[in-house]
């Protein structure tokens, strides 16, 4: 599956963005999808993750209450609502598509990746 990522941009500090994956190739609906980050000088972080069937949903504590992860398989694509931004939410956004069993959180189940979107918060 070839995964790309949109929706990046420079927002200020309490603002909104949402950010899209579109997915090709292979059948969409038969992966688990997560969305990671990774600042600068810092490791790739998880974000947030979504069940084959968007029925379940996972959030890292950081941006709980704040992010929605979602998806439309008819649509093929990922989305990550993002509100009340932080400077500290400053990072390059990466999709990720995973093939294991269960959802995962960590960079290393994940099988495909995308090219990443910069999101830039401002104070």
């Known amino acids: 599956v070839q995964l790309q990522a949109f929706g990046g941009g420079l927002v200020q500090a309490g603002g909104s963005l949402r950010l899209s994956c579109a997915a090709s190739?292979?059948?969409?609906?038969?992966?688990?999808m997560g969305w990671f980050r990774q600042a600068p000088g810092k490791e790739r972080e998880f974000v947030a993750a979504?069940?084959?069937?968007?029925?379940?949903?996972y959030d890292a504590d950081s941006v709980k209450g704040r992010f929605t992860i979602s998806r439309d398989n008819a649509k093929n694509t990922v989305y990550l609502q993002m509100n009340s931004l932080k400077p500290e939410d400053t990072a390059v956004y990466y999709c990720?598509?995973?093939?294991?069993?269960?959802?995962?959180?960590?960079?290393?189940?994940?099988?495909?990746w995308g090219q990443g979107t910069l999101v830039t918060v401002s104070s």
């Open positions: 990720a598509a995973d093939m294991a069993l269960v959802v995962g959180t960590t960079p290393h189940t994940h099988d495909y």
């Open positions: 979504i069940s084959r069937s968007g029925v379940s949903t």
């Open positions: 190739g292979r059948a969409f609906s038969a992966y688990h």
